[in-house]
């Protein structure tokens, strides 16, 4: 019985956060990841834990990876999607989640999933806080022979959050990274463009 209740708990926490997903996404934030804190536990919270083989199947290819990394900065979580009940008929997609840190703290977040990219930017969120943050919209910058969208939007505490969003080969890659002294924009676009 303790199962089923855990399990319950965990669908409706599950539902929650799918429709605040839709609802983000209906506003115009398509995935930007606003408190990156906030985000690596929800990843962690709502996400299971898995090797590179078994993400790579729910992708149905190989799993898309950072080449080059700054020194310091480690993947320290891959996570995937449980397989999500449709809301509704809306099909909702399985991300792949890498979280990346530096120092014990989560610094930047790779997500991947099947599908296209929607509407990136423009207006504003309502944080976890209760804080309200500006979505910028984003510029498209060619970086590395692709050509993302890249937003920067100021965080809680003034860190900056840079966000590169990509269609490619029927996947969308979204790599969020809070800028600092040593994560600059220089080291950030190098980061993307080594995606593979």
């Not at 310091?72 to 979580?77: D, E, I, P």
């Not at 996570?79 to 989560?106: C, H």
């Not at 991947?112 to 804080?131: D, H, Q, T």
């Amino acid at each position: 019985m303790g199962t089923h209740i855990r399990h319950d708990r965990w669908r409706a926490r599950y539902v929650v956060v799918g429709a605040a997903a839709i609802l983000l996404a209906s506003a115009g934030f398509l995935g930007m990841s606003l408190v990156l804190g906030s985000t690596f536990e929800q990843s962690r919270e709502y996400s299971m834990t898995v090797d590179e083989q078994a993400a790579s199947s729910v992708l149905g290819a190989p799993l898309p990876r950072i080449t080059w990394m700054p020194a310091g900065l480690v993947r320290s979580a891959l996570t995937v999607d449980p397989v999500p009940e449709p809301i509704g008929n809306l099909p909702m997609p399985r991300f792949v989640y890498q979280s990346y840190s530096m120092t014990f703290e989560n610094v930047a977040l790779l997500k991947v999933n099947r599908g296209k990219l929607g509407r990136v930017g423009g207006g504003e969120a309502l944080l976890p806080s209760g804080e309200r943050l500006a979505i910028p919209e984003p510029q498209r910058v060619r970086i590395g022979g692709a050509d993302p969208l890249v937003a920067t939007a100021k965080l809680p505490g003034g860190a900056d959050l840079v966000s590169y969003f990509l269609e490619r080969d029927g996947f969308v890659i979204q790599l969020d990274v809070k800028l600092s002294p040593a994560l600059d924009r220089t080291t950030t676009d190098r980061m993307f463009a080594s995606i593979r």
